[in-house]
């Protein structure tokens, strides 16, 4: 059973940065069997002792850049170890963690799009509704390493954008999939080839709007008899102006993606249990 630590950091007096600690907070009271929490207004290189201690470390803070709610980025050591008296940064802490014990543990960055940092208690509204849907994607993530089993299958991802791929990649491997991932069309037949996938997810508009329905054909036409499933931010206009049979697709998945649907749909049609 991995040991996992989830570290939640802000600080609750400003609105919207205090959304680090209430989350740690708040799936410390789930009780989720190997997660164990912590909070602090920000990390300090002393965290390394600590969290070299885990096989996967969580990290959780607002962010200010532009997603529509929140983003999921798989985190490496900085390549040089920088900090000031203000803050250490996570990928600093795993530097560290490298240079001092000889381990890294898998680490992620959760973060969630804030909006106002004023010295006043409780999250805007929009921050909320952010935060509620973080929580729900990693609670569902924490309990799918719970039940993990090696599936012993290997799913494709083709997008665009890394952010997306990086969530995916991240709830697949928590499943017991093998990932491969490209960042477009070109990259994903040449992948494709490498790795044999056994499902494909590929999105629809890549560099051309229909790149993904083409890479899908060609897939086929280079022997994939797989099954491969489209990822579309078009809403009910691609079941209209798609045929999913025609093109010899298995399903469409709609963006923002339903992770836990992804999962059974894809269990189920790999045969994996």
């Known amino acids: 059973m991995s040991r996992i630590l989830l570290y939640g950091y802000g600080n609750p007096g400003r609105q919207d940065d205090g959304i680090g600690p209430v989350f740690a907070e708040e799936i410390e009271s789930l009780h989720l ?15 390394a002792a600590q ?3 885990y096989d996967l470390v969580i990290f959780v803070d607002t962010t200010v850049e532009e997603v529509d709610d929140f983003f999921v980025r798989r985190l490496k050591p900085a390549k040089k170890i920088t900090f000031t008296s203000h803050l250490v940064k996570p990928e600093s802490i795993l530097a560290m963690c490298e240079d001092m014990y000889k381990k890294i543990p898998e680490a992620w960055l959760i973060g969630i799009r804030g909006y106002e940092f004023e ?10 509704v952010n935060y509620k849907r973080a929580l729900d994607f990693i609670t569902f993530l924490l309990r799918l390493y719970g039940e993990k089993t090696m599936a012993q299958k290997t799913v494709l991802i083709i997008d665009d954008d890394a952010d997306i791929r990086a969530s995916i990649r991240i709830v697949l491997e928590a499943a017991g999939f093998s990932v ?5 069309g070109k990259e994903g037949l040449k992948i ?7 499902a494909v997810i590929v999105d629809l508009m890549m560099e051309t709007v229909d790149a993904g329905s083409k890479v899908s054909t060609q897939l086929k036409e280079d022997g994939f008899n797989c099954p491969i499933y489209l990822l579309s931010a078009a809403g009910d206009t691609v079941r209209y102006n798609i045929d999913a049979k025609e ?16 999962i059974n749909t894809l269990k189920k049609a790999l045969k994996v249990d």
């Open 33 to 47: 069997y190997g997660v164990e929490t912590d909070a602090n207004y920000q990390p300090h290189i002393e965290d």
């Open 180 to 184: 491969g991932e490209a960042g477009d």
């Open 51 to 53: 969290i070299v201690q």
């Open 192 to 198: 494709a080839e490498e790795v044999k996938p056994d």
């Open 119 to 128: 010295y006043i208690e409780g999250f805007t509204g929009r921050a909320a």
């Open 247 to 262: 093109l010899g697709l298995a399903g469409i998945f709609q963006k923002p993606i339903k992770h836990e649907v992804l």
